[in-house]
C-alpha cells in the first residue's frame, strides 16, 4: 500500500513536532518552510533526532546518499524522498 505525499507530509509533521521544542516551530508547519539551513526548524541535534524518527515511522532505512540538504529543504521534499524509499522498500 502506498501512501500519498499529503498523508506523508502529515506524519512527517507529528515527527517534527516531537523532534524539536515548541519555541522553534512556526504556528503553521507548511509543505515549503525550510528544515535545514539559515532560520530552519531543525538545528543538526533535532536533525539526527528527526531522521531517526522519520526511519521509525515508516519503517524504512534512508541511505546516506540520501541525506542531502535538497531532501531536507522542506517537508514537501522529504515527502518525495520517503515516498521513493517507501516504494523501493516495497519492490525488495
Known amino acids: 500500500m502506498s501512501s500519498s505525499i499529503e498523508e506523508i507530509e502529515t506524519r512527517l509533521k507529528k515527527v517534527l513536532v516531537q523532534c524539536t521544542t515548541e519555541s522553534n516551530l512556526p504556528g503553521e508547519i507548511g509543505s515549503e518552510g525550510s528544515l535545514v539551513g539559515e532560520g530552519a526548524v531543525l538545528d543538526s541535534v533535532a536533525l539526527l533526532q528527526f531522521v531517526i524518527g522519520v526511519e521509525t515511522e515508516f ?32 519492490k525488495s
Do not use: C, M, W, Y
Open 59 to 90: 519503517s524504512i532505512l534512508l541511505d546516506d546518499g540520501s541525506l542531502t540538504p535538497e531532501h531536507f529543504e522542506s517537508l514537501g521534499a522529504l515527502a518525495i524522498l520517503v515516498q521513493s524509499s517507501i516504494k523501493n522498500q516495497l
